[in-house]
């Protein structure tokens, strides 16, 4: 697949086959790679289409390696019906409709949205109804909880927000599990989750809240955004919400939704110990060309504005 991402790199440089450009500044993006999917993006256009058509008959006689049609779809953003269908058929592949999946995530879909989420709790209830609980004893099942059923969601954690009634479910079938020994048990919670959930140091059994998983895996994001200057990503995030804020600036642009600006959202409410999560970052000074003198901590536990 390397061979491929340099002939769709080497087509966009002649100006054979036309990427999409992230807002005026931002980065264009012809293709993303993983293993043997492939997600290609293109201005819409028969000379793009036809173009990236033969450069993948082209691959196939190279490699050896045929591209599945019956497997593949088009999509068309702010096009008509009419001629994504067509297209589809000339190509000889399906028609996509958006949210459609993508290593294993809803693209296109609105996170917040509790419905878009079934798959995580589809995920943990066909686990529950593979194992044979019952004959398991509660260290058993605590066993599964903390290194199975609480690993399931961490895929979709570590990118989105979770919806709070998304988590209520999840802990509730693991609650279920762990009392009953199935995701439909009815009977006395003998103590309460939240001390279930403690750290055993405090009388709990360790399991971890989900939510704090959720909250730790997103921070990750900031703490990427804040090192990984050169990255994809960042590049596209900062043409998108601008990026010329320093190391304690994570930028918004309030007025888009989704995912990054639920992240931040989420950075900015959260505290530990009463305090923000700020605290927490402290960059290294270096030759101080990423640094604010008075906006950044890089002395001390606060920033020279606030002394």
């Known amino acids: 697949m390397e061979a491929l991402s340099k002939m769709i790199s080497r087509a966009c440089s002649l ?11 931002g980065p264009t993006i012809s293709h993303m790679l993983y293993a ?6 293109g201005t819409w256009s028969d000379k793009n289409v036809l173009m990236t058509n033969r450069l993948l008959r082209i691959f196939h006689l190279v490699s050896g390696l045929r591209i599945n049609a019956h497997k593949s779809q088009i999509f068309g953003l702010g096009v008509p019906d009419s001629d994504v269908i067509g297209i589809a ?8 409709d958006f949210p459609f999946i993508y290593l294993g995530i ?57 919806p709070k009634e998304v988590i209520e479910d999840i802990e509730r079938l ?12 009815k009977g006395i919670y003998w103590v309460s989750w939240d001390v279930v959930s ?29 090192t990984n200057r050169e990255g994809l990503w960042r590049r596209v995030v900062c043409s998108i919400h601008g990026g010329r804020g320093k190391w304690s600036f994570l930028p918004v642009k309030k007025a888009l939704p989704r995912t ?12 530990v110990n009463g305090s923000s999560l700020d605290i927490m970052f402290l960059c290294n000074l270096g030759n ?20």
Do not use: Q
């Open 15 to 25: 100006g054979d086959i036309e990427g999409v450009k992230v807002f005026r500044e």
């Open 36 to 41: 043997d999917d492939a997600l290609l993006l």
């Open 89 to 96: 058929e000339v190509l000889g592949c399906k028609v996509g």
């Open 106 to 162: 809803k693209i296109g879909a609105n996170m917040n949205r509790s419905a878009h989420w079934d798959v995580v709790l589809e995920t943990v209830r066909s686990r529950l109804l593979s194992w044979k609980a019952k004959l398991l004893s509660m260290g058993g099942r605590l066993t599964l909880i903390k290194s199975v059923l609480a690993s399931l969601p961490v895929y979709y954690f570590s990118l989105f927000k979770a």
């Open 174 to 185: 693991m609650r279920k599990f762990l009392w009953f020994g199935n995701k439909d048990g």
């Open 198 to 226: 403690r750290p055993k140091r405090y009388g709990g059994l360790g399991i971890t809240k989900l939510s704090e998983v959720n909250l730790v895996l997103l921070v990750k994001w900031a703490w990427r955004f804040k």
């Open 260 to 271: 990054w600006k639920a992240i931040v959202n989420l950075l900015e409410k959260s505290r």
């Open 288 to 307: 101080g060309n990423n640094t604010s003198f008075w906006k950044d901590k890089w002395f001390g536990d606060m920033p020279l504005r606030f002394r």
